[in-house]
């Protein structure tokens, strides 16, 4: 299984980014996918889900009203819009499928660098 996150980069505040994961070696559609992130210093954190049918999201309240998760399933991809960037986002970004049988996570992506200059 592999999960290939990109899209990450140097954004000026205010800026946007998108996040891309492409999944392989899995039956996408049987995943949630979720997006978190760990910025210097700190845990990481939950950022954004969407199911495996993609009827249901769900945000942390950082990046509610700025972040939209999507998923194209035809395409085996994940995606993370995210508008009006912060520092505080400034962060690399993970990408994690999880049968909804199971709490935790079973794969993870290796990470996108965002850096948010201000």
């Known amino acids: 299984v592999q999960l290939q996150a990109c899209g990450g980069g140097l954004v000026q505040t205010g800026g946007s980014l998108k996040l891309s994961c492409a999944a392989s070696g899995l039956t996408f559609t049987w995943y949630d996918m979720s997006w978190f992130r760990q910025a210097p210093g700190k845990e990481r954190e939950f950022v954004a889900s969407?199911?495996?049918?993609?009827?249901?999201?769900d945000y942390a309240d950082s990046g509610k009203g700025r972040f939209t998760i999507s998923r194209d399933s035809a395409k085996n991809t994940l995606y993370l819009q995210m508008n009006s960037l912060k520092a505080d986002d400034t962060a690399v970004y993970y990408c994690a499928a999880k049968l909804r049988a199971t709490q935790a996570p079973n794969y993870w992506g290796q990470g996108t660098q965002v850096t948010v200059s201000s």
């Open positions: 969407i199911s495996a049918s993609g009827s249901r999201t």
